[in-house]
């Protein structure tokens, strides 16, 4: 049985999930980690959070995370998911429950939809199979997992994806969900979604909006036009447009990069004197190579 008001830090196989309940009559959050943000059991052990969970609870809102344990952990554990049967009959017990994820995190979720009662998800960039037959392009296969058997496209649930439509494997995943009744983008910040609205100050926001009912679409694209100001959309948009972009797109394209650095000159320095310390030192190393294998 669910534990009441009070934080539930529990380990079921490789996965490590916390709890909060508040209040029965309010929705519940369920999370999924990201790839990138796997727990130890270090960390676990000194009372590190899960992913996800710190952002509901302080704000006492009824939440549980669930957090992978170890790299390459795709959630594909069986103990851990004959656990989930049981564990979703319990969250029936609240009005609603909402998914929130991103990346692996999408995938766990629109995976486990069912077994856990979701009535909807919000999903970040979300994979929708780690298989490789299926999804050659994605970069993150595990062809020796039973992962490969694993694919979360099928899922039910209505699901709202935000995504970046240049991001070619993001792009291929997104199409693959049926259930995607909403799709919003940010075009130029790769698989950074999070990253991107957390820079734009737009991610909590976004989250407690969609939690309320929906994500007001016309105030999202207003406020993402920001994403000018984020030193990782110039890059991104130069190198996924290389060969396919006009020439006066391309121009202001490089006005705002060169707006973005005089406003940050005082860092871009210390950037650069970096760079340069890394690179002659690579060649460094290259050139005392070459003289080594001379006779």
């Not at 969250?91 to 609603?96: A, V």
């Not at 970046?164 to 130029?188: A, M, N, Q, W, Y």
């Not at 609205?197 to 694209?221: A, P």
């Not at 130069?238 to 060169?258: A, D, F, Q």
């Amino acid at each position: 049985m669910l534990k009441l008001n009070q934080q539930v830090r529990i380990q079921v196989d490789d996965v490590f999930i916390q709890y909060h309940i508040f209040d029965v009559n309010q929705p519940i959050m369920v999370t999924f980690s990201p790839y990138s943000e796997p727990i130890t059991d270090e960390q676990i052990t000194s009372g590190k959070s899960a992913w996800g969970f710190n952002f509901f609870a302080k704000r006492q809102l009824n939440v549980v995370a669930f957090n992978q344990i170890g790299k390459n952990n795709i959630f594909e554990s069986q103990i851990f998911e004959v656990f989930l049967v049981d564990f979703g009959k319990q969250l029936t017990l609240f009005p609603s429950r909402i998914g929130y994820g991103a990346s692996l995190g999408g995938f766990a979720l629109a995976l486990y939809a069912e077994v856990l009662r979701l009535d909807r998800a919000l999903l970040l960039m979300p994979v929708s199979t780690f298989n490789q037959s299926i999804a050659p392009w994605e970069p993150k296969t595990f062809p020796h997992s039973r992962g490969i058997g694993l694919d979360a496209s099928g899922c039910k649930i209505p699901l709202t994806i935000i995504y970046d439509p240049l991001s070619v494997p993001d792009k291929l995943h997104k199409e693959r969900f049926g259930s995607c009744v909403k799709v919003l983008t940010i075009t130029g910040v790769g698989h950074r979604i999070p990253r991107a609205l957390l820079n734009l100050g737009m991610l909590s926001s976004v989250v407690l909006e969609y939690r309320q009912g929906d994500i007001n679409s016309d105030d999202f694209y207003q406020r993402t036009r920001k994403r000018r100001n984020l030193s990782y959309y110039f890059k991104h948009i130069r190198i996924v447009n290389t060969g396919k972009m006009t020439n006066k797109r391309l121009m202001v394209i490089y006005r705002h990069k060169l707006v973005y650095h005089l406003k940050n000159i005082d860092i871009n320095p210390k950037k650069i004197s970096t760079k340069l310390k890394v690179s002659v030192s690579k060649k460094v190393i290259r050139l005392l190579k070459i003289f080594r294998l001379q006779p």
